[in-house]
């Protein structure tokens, strides 16, 4: 049997194994393009729950350890890999609740469950990914009848890397690109994490360098971290630290109390599930904090700390609080894309509401001008959280809000934050920018939600959407030898050419695109790019493509590619 702690433990040391090969996994990505790749998702989704699970005492049961590891990483789940990931662990949850501790046949059971929801949660499961290796260990470790959970383990991962090794046999790309999964990897490193404490030998610690020290130290400058060089005792202006749970009663919002909590304090960390909100927030005054909680049902778990003795008494023994401002200081990261959108109940005289995801102050802008109202900071390198996405829909006032991920892996979790949401959510799968442009110019404001989401759809899927961009790494694609750095002509999310002249690729790979019935085509400019760069090419462009083509030019100001083009 198992107990809280070493779940607990278990699930940190799965975390910081893969934190600290996260560079590894995201080497075996098939596409050589930058973007938020598969081990940095993952690491960030399952690190998300490391704070929390690190405020749990050791008496805590795994039904305890479960439920608050699989909280933290459904807010905190990144891309798809991450979803996949959080609902993997979700089944723990759904499985342990209630238990002190727990055997074999108790991890069966949450293996099962967790892919059960993560298959439930794709549309159209791809064998030969992070799904696959998790069914076959779990089909294996069912069929096994093993009772020591360390025997059963060790089948989870033999089993899982047969299925894993297996996986260039189902996916032909994986096979051509000498790869297996990179999903399917990443979860046997957190897996083999939580081997090690289930042997008993300990957390993997987590990889620490000089660097990354000099750049906490940095980060937390002024935050109020406890240390001596940084802060003395009166700059703490929130001083009392401030935890418990609220078991909601009918109507209970968390957007809301987390609303408050932010409005009279700091550090708040609010973590929703089925029956319990857990809030924690630096504050002046407990007293006011616990007296708006109660509205939402009864209180328990109390822990109010003053952290003015706390500071002075840490200062006096001359302890290292480093950890502690390591864990705040991953949890500030978490919450400061959400920390910008303010809740905003729902206003009964507004229909319809908009939030989108976009990078760059001209794309921002391009979607304020068409009446969205959120836009959250994301796309490739930098896919949103749950969480992040649940809090701009939180502040758009509407009885319906339209969520435009604009990118294929950042749809899932646009998906996990709609049922989170105290409105309704309706997450169009738009997998690009220029299809989340076109599906806001064909809203309806006179039309149902059903009409408007097939429309702005339909309008959405028939552009076609060019990307120029660089190698980010030495890659072999469909026969052909990329190198690192070369610059790449993407259309519709395939690798039609590459180049090293940056205008030669852009206007071909237009002119390409072109059909007879095109009317449009959009140039959005990146980040990298000069203005006036962007209007010698724009003319190039507008030069080869037909006459009866109209060619525009945007400044997107994006990351990553250098040019979107898009074709209507």
Known sequence: MISGKILRDAIISGANNINNQRSRVDELNVFPVPDGDTGTNMGMTIGAAVPELDALADDCTVGEAAKTAASAMLRGARGNSGVITSLLFRGFSKALEGKKEAGAEDLVVALEKGVQAAYKAVMKPTEGTILTVARVASEEARASGIADVDELWDLVMSAGQRALDDTPNLLPVLKKAGVVDAGGQGILIIFEGMGKVFHGEGVVPAAETTQNKAKLSTANAGRGVFTDDLMKVEDIKNGYCTQFLIHKEDGASAA?????????????????????????????????????????GYLTNFKIENMHEQFLARQKQGKSLEKQAEAEQKQRASDAAASEFIYAAVDPGRDYGFVAVAAGEGLKAVFTDLAVDAVVSGGQTMNPATEDILAAVQSVPAKTVFVLPNNKNIIMAAEQAEKLADRRVVVLPTRTIPMGITAMLNFDPTASVETNTINMMKAADNVSTGLITYAARDSEYDGKRIRKGEIMSLENGKIVATSSDLTKAAYRLARGMCKKDSSFVTVISGCDVSDEDAERTTEIIKAKCPGHVEVSHIRGGQPVYYYMISVE
């Not at 700091?266 to 109660?294: F, M, Q, R, W, Y």
């Open 256 to 296: 809301k109390m987390r609303a408050f909590a932010e409005s009279n304090g700091d550090s708040v960390v609010c973590i929703e599930d089925d029956d319990v909100i857990n809030l924690h927030v630096h504050t002046a005054d407990p007293g006011k904090i616990l007296s708006e909680a109660i509205k939402y």
